[in-house]
């Protein structure tokens, strides 16, 4: 296929690079030319320029403003019967509005946030929660089979970013009640790798413990953190998405903001463009082991 992406940020990239390994004929935008450039794939300088070439276009944006703003361009040239794809952590009413819009001018949306960072990104093993018509997403579900090892259609426009939301406010203030739990062995001459080996083979951790563990211990034990998969600036901004979309609901999430007051002080540490696993680290102030 012929496929543009909007967006090379981190997990934007990893998507690209992806389908061109797998032989697609990939074309890429962003806001910020140079990072899309830096992917060594053919770069289009508009977006209105993406969308011609394209069989299908993908957007991976940072915020709900970005996607707003990013189909207001995709859209302004003639796109009937082409397939829209976007993958942005976003608030569910984002994604109502853009399927509207793409829909009332003849082309196809599939709203499709993942679970997942950048290394399964690149593995195709991202979990698609997909929302919209489902005869769109029969469209898109070659592609997306191609970029995660499940897809689910979880129901209309907007549902996949809510879902998204949900899946992640357990992990995100996870890492904050880990921190929390570190701070009680302080004391403890236990070895950073070790403990974490620990957390990770009892009912003390979730499943991403398992993969995450060691970039912690690493961290644990005075080692600087990984490149970023995913930084703490955007845990900021997915908890501030959480608890925005909790108060549409008449529901409160206390959990949830207290952990992001955490994380507020730790992006005025200076960590903000930091690995997460920073995180339950920060919380300590731990001493290396």
Request: aromatic share 4%.
């Amino acid at each position: 296929m012929k496929i543009g992406i909007a967006g090379t940020g981190r997990m934007g990239a990893a998507i690209a690079t992806r389908l061109a390994g797998l032989g697609h004929e990939v074309a890429v935008w962003n806001r910020t030319a140079a990072k899309a450039r830096s992917l060594g794939l053919p770069t289009k300088e508009s977006l209105k320029e993406l969308v011609p070439g394209s069989d299908a276009v993908i957007t991976m944006l940072a915020d709900g403003a970005a996607v707003k703003q990013v189909y207001g361009a995709l859209l302004a040239g003639d796109v009937r019967g082409r397939l829209f794809i976007d993958m942005s952590t976003v608030r569910p009413a984002v994604s109502v509005v853009v399927s509207k819009k793409v829909r009332s001018v003849g082309a196809f949306f599939v709203e499709c946030p993942v679970g997942g960072s950048v290394g399964p990104a690149r593995e195709g093993k991202l979990f698609g929660f997909a929302a919209g018509e489902a005869q769109d997403l029969e469209r898109a579900r070659p592609l997306l089979g191609q970029l995660c090892r499940r897809v689910e259609h979880v129901g209309a426009a907007g549902a996949g970013a809510r879902m998204k939301l949900a899946i992640n406010l357990p992990l995100l203030v996870y890492y904050q009640a880990l921190g929390e739990a570190l701070s009680l062995l302080e004391e403890v001459n236990i070895p950073a790798e070790k403990l974490m080996d620990i957390f990770a083979d009892t009912s003390g951790a979730p499943a991403m413990l398992k993969v995450r563990g060691p970039q912690i211990a690493s961290v644990l034990a005075g080692h600087e953190p990984p490149p970023p998969g995913v930084d703490v600036d955007t845990v900021r901004k997915d908890l501030r998405e959480m608890l925005a979309e909790a108060k549409s609901l008449g529901v409160s999430l206390p959990v949830a903001a207290a952990a992001l007051e955490r994380y507020d002080e730790a992006s005025r540490a200076g960590l903000g463009a930091k690995d997460c696993t920073v995180l339950p680290v920060f919380f300590t102030r731990a001493r290396p082991r």
